[in-house]
């Protein structure tokens, strides 16, 4: 049973550029969250997707966007990158009408911006 | 306002000896207290869960925490720590589903043979 994947698992770009990171949720699992994590620091909370809408999200800026597939899979799309948004970038699968779902993170995309 | 607060930026222990992670939280309803953990180059694994009921929760690894709501704790131990255990550590509390979960800054643990 594949777990959470993430693609892809390194990328450099470039400030005022756009990027698509990719998240396929495990199997079984129809929500999934997404979190940025900046060197030294824990996750911080983006967004959810859940049913392909965004349930609830985080204090995070317009720039960052995101969709849900009808196959649960997600995309997280960052547009006009600044440096400070260079960081692990997680994705976290979990049954959504699951009371107290317990999240399964992938390995990340790493994101630089120079 | 709702916060985790981990003391520890770093511990180091022998392998062999005991120990103690702490993590403070500060949230308005009945909070949600996860504990997870991160190696180098990989994303973060549950240790351990709790949401009601027996305040002592037993989780994987060895790992176990107590939570303490009238000190507002959910600290991690371990009785005998590996080398493998090296890693950082995730203090986490969130609501029913795990959307809006809010993390600690972590604590990384160095384990000296």
């Given at each position: 049973d594949a777990g959470v994947t993430q693609s892809p698992?390194?990328?450099i770009k470039t400030r005022g550029q756009q990027v698509t990171?990719?998240?396929?949720?495990?199997?079984?699992?129809d929500?999934?969250?997404?979190?940025?994590?900046?060197?030294?620091q824990g996750p911080q909370f983006i967004f959810q997707y859940y049913e392909e809408e965004e349930r609830q999200r985080g204090n995070f800026p317009d720039r960052f966007s995101g969709h849900q597939f009808p196959n649960y899979s997600s995309e997280l799309n960052v547009n006009a990158l600044w440096l400070?948004?260079?960081?692990?970038?997680l994705c976290a699968s979990s049954i959504g009408s699951s009371q107290g779902g317990t999240q399964y993170f992938g390995?990340?995309?790493?994101l630089l911006v120079l | 306002a709702q916060s985790v607060t981990q003391p520890d930026i770093h511990i180091t222990v022998s392998e062999g000896a005991s120990l103690e992670l702490r993590c403070n939280y500060?949230?308005?309803?009945?909070p949600y207290l996860f504990w997870y953990v991160q190696s180098p180059g990989q994303g973060l694994q549950l240790l351990l869960k709790y949401f009601s009921g027996d305040t002592l929760?037993?989780?994987?690894?060895?790992?176990?925490?107590e939570f303490k709501r009238s000190q507002s704790s959910f600290n991690l131990r371990k009785p005998s720590v590996h080398?493998?255990?090296a890693a950082e550590y995730f203090c986490a509390v969130g609501p029913t589903g795990g959307f809006k979960t809010i993390f600690g800054a972590g604590t990384r643990l160095f384990v000296k043979a």
């Open positions: 698992t390194h990328l990171l990719r998240c396929s949720p495990k199997s079984g699992h929500t999934v969250s997404w979190y940025q994590q900046a060197l030294g400070g948004d260079s960081a692990l970038y390995p990340g995309t790493r | 500060s949230y308005g309803a009945t929760v037993q989780g994987i690894k060895g790992f176990e925490a080398w493998s255990d």
